[in-house]
């Protein structure tokens, strides 16, 4: 399966979700493949350098991808590993739109604050010509990110309501919700997911319980589909 968290802006969290994601899907026994097509960043692969480094098992195997053949890239390493986890940059690259060529999966996380008319017309926009190259259907999976733990907020909420009123076609939003918490950015400066953190403490708990929601969500309820071919 090829999982890409991917949108057009930055600060959203992808590379931390991408991390956690292949650490789980890892610890499920897979062979997992992280992809850094940010090339203005690499911050996912400095992060796997770390672990990789510190000799943190499960091991992930990483790469760096850029230009135009990214789409080709990919379907020959879906070929040697059972699961490929994308981190995008945070803007229209032409990674993204390559990957959109081929992914299984594409996980939008968006802050509340982001959720302006412009950045959800530029989604839909890449979606529309990403359909023009694949034989199969690509749906936009919207996940409420950093999110705000006050218990007077509800991410999750707001998002389905901008969705709901502006009648998007293709995208929907999980039900899972990642908050901002301390947890992530201290596991991400070990080479760790937030699962793999010591001793944990309640609000590691509380990361942990949210990227175990979100894995279910993504990698057990969704139904596996078969690499899309790329267009010549």
Not at 44 to 60: F, K, Q, T, Y
Not at 152 to 160: K, Q, T, V, W, Y
Request: hydrophobic share 45%.
């Amino acid at each position: 399966m090829i999982v890409l968290t991917g949108s057009v802006k930055g600060g959203t969290g992808k590379t931390v979700l991408a991390a956690n994601l292949g650490v789980e899907r890892a610890r499920a026994g897979r062979q997992v493949l992280l992809v850094d097509a940010d090339a203005d960043q690499g911050n996912l692969n400095d992060w796997a350098a770390l672990r990789s480094e510190s000799g943190i098992d499960p091991a992930v195997t990483r790469v760096l991808l850029k230009g135009r053949d990214t789409a080709q890239q990919l379907v020959r390493l879906a070929e040697k590993f059972d699961d490929i986890v994308i981190d995008c940059g945070g803007f229209d690259s032409q990674e993204l739109r390559q990957a959109l060529v081929v992914a299984d999966i594409w996980i939008i996380p968006m802050k509340p604050s982001q959720f302006q008319i412009w950045t959800l017309e530029k989604l839909i926009e890449l979606r529309s010509l990403a359909m023009g190259f694949r034989p199969t259907e690509i749906e936009g999976w919207l996940l409420a990110a950093r999110a705000s733990t006050h218990p007077s907020h509800d991410d999750r909420a707001a998002l389905e309501t901008v969705v709901r009123e502006r009648g998007l076609e293709g995208f929907r939003v999980l039900s899972s919700v990642i908050h901002e918490r301390a947890a992530y950015p201290v596991a991400e400066g070990m080479g760790l997911g937030v699962s793999e953190l010591p001793r944990p403490d309640r609000g590691v708990r509380n990361a942990v319980d949210e990227v175990t929601r979100l894995y279910r969500e993504v990698f057990e309820d969704a139904a596996e589909t078969a690499v899309a071919p790329v267009a010549a």
